[in-house]
């Protein structure tokens, strides 16, 4: 089983749309989790930080099940300037101090 | 200002030669890393550095030997290098390594031929 686990998509949604990713992770002592996005030929970005009480920052609303070990990802409104590779990413802490696992990504294109 | 800076943006080289990948940061953060993005778009985390510190050494061939002159900076160099070597090369950094997100620089896409 991959460490991180995401539905590679494409995605493929019109503008205005309401899309839902999804990511699953193995190691059950994972200690923080995040969404980055990139662009074609770019480095990832920061998009947020995933808490167990779920959060929100505009169109985008982060949940984390660590029962189920499942992060989401819900993009509301979804704008042509969504269209990226959303990268679902998890940080085990502890010995394994820093080391970011990512998921493969998905990908998104959405169109007018 | 640019956060987290790397040089060059593109490296072509040949088979066997030498090169160095140079990453500075402006965030004040203690902790630096470099990762590789294959043709399959896979990022895979390859170093890590606390304070001028090795922290992560992730089964990389001894050809690649990071350096921290200070925490601000890791350097990345690259011995002998083999066709297999090319991808692109990102540099990070965060405020620790324990829970912190990471920011990336810009890359570098290195193509050996």
């Known amino acids: 089983r991959k460490e991180v686990e995401q539905d590679p998509g494409p995605f493929n949604v019109p503008e205005g749309a309401t899309v839902a990713f999804n990511c699953t992770y193995s190691?059950?002592?994972?200690?923080?989790f995040f969404w980055y996005r990139q662009d074609c030929r770019k480095e990832p970005k920061l998009l947020m930080s995933?808490?167990?009480s779920g959060n929100e920052d505009g169109r985008f609303t982060a949940q984390l099940n660590r029962a189920s070990q499942y992060i989401s990802l819900l993009i509301r409104d979804s704008k042509l300037s969504d269209s990226a590779t959303y990268l679902c990413?998890?940080?085990?802490?502890?010995?394994?101090?820093?080391?970011?696992?990512f998921g493969q990504g998905t990908i998104l294109t959405v169109h007018p | 200002d640019t956060a987290v800076s790397q040089t060059p943006k593109y490296l072509v080289t040949q088979m066997g030669n030498d090169k160095s990948i140079k990453c500075e940061q402006n965030?004040?953060?203690?902790?630096m890393y470099w990762y590789k993005q294959d043709s399959k778009k896979f990022l895979k985390i390859m170093f890590s550095?606390?304070?001028?510190?090795?922290?992560i050494n992730e089964t990389v061939p001894n050809r690649f030997s990071p350096k921290s002159p200070d925490k601000a900076h890791l350097n990345l160099h690259i011995n002998s290098l083999e066709l297999g070597d090319s991808a692109v090369y990102f540099c990070?950094?965060?405020?620790?390594?324990?829970?912190?997100?990471?920011?990336f620089g810009p890359g570098t896409r290195l193509t050996v031929l």
């Open positions: 990413v998890v940080n085990a802490g502890g010995t394994s101090y820093g080391k970011l696992t």
């Open positions: 990070a950094s965060s405020q620790d390594g324990s829970r912190w997100a990471q920011y």
């Open positions: 550095y606390n304070n001028k510190e090795l922290i």
């Open positions: 965030l004040g953060h203690d902790t």
């Open positions: 995933v808490y167990s």
């Open positions: 190691n059950s002592a994972s200690q923080s």
